[in-house]
Nanobody, 122 residues
Framework: QVQLVESGGGLVQAGGSLRLSCAAS????????MGWFRQGPGKEREFVAA????????NYADSVKGRFTISRDNAKKMVYLQINSLKPEDTAVYYC???????????????WGQGTQVTVSS
């Protein structure tokens, strides 16, 4: 069982930046892709970004391209989400997830963290 723990959320003003971190207890075949999802108030959880441990291949939701950057540190088993130019609509709980394919759907990820809250004030 892979454990994922997010950190780095907080309250930030619009226009600011945050870096979210996800610590994975292990890297396995079942978690060869790591992703970030978010769920805003009253909204469904949505895909944000994903990355392959081995190749570093990334995939982003169109809504975050250019502002969000996903990266990983294989040795530390860490995945990061750099968020720049934060907007109030980025307010959400951000979840780290581990899965097999470089997908965008929740069902394609088998392991989930507890989430970290990001609140953007205007």
């Amino acid at each position: 069982q892979v454990q994922l723990v997010e950190s780095g959320g907080g309250l930030v003003q619009a226009g600011g930046s945050l870096r979210l971190s996800c610590a994975a207890s292990d890297r396995t075949f079942s978690t060869r892709t790591m992703g970030w999802f978010r769920q805003g108030p009253g909204k469904e959880r949505e895909f944000v970004a994903a990355i392959r441990w081995t190749t570093g291949t990334t995939n982003y939701a169109d809504s975050v391209k250019g502002r969000f950057t996903i990266s990983r540190d294989n040795a530390k088993k860490m995945v990061y989400l750099q968020i720049n130019s934060l907007k109030p609509e980025d307010t959400a709980v951000y979840y780290c997830a581990g899965g097999g394919i470089l997908g965008t759907r929740e069902y394609e990820f088998d392991y989930w963290g507890q989430g970290t809250q990001v609140t953007v004030s205007s």
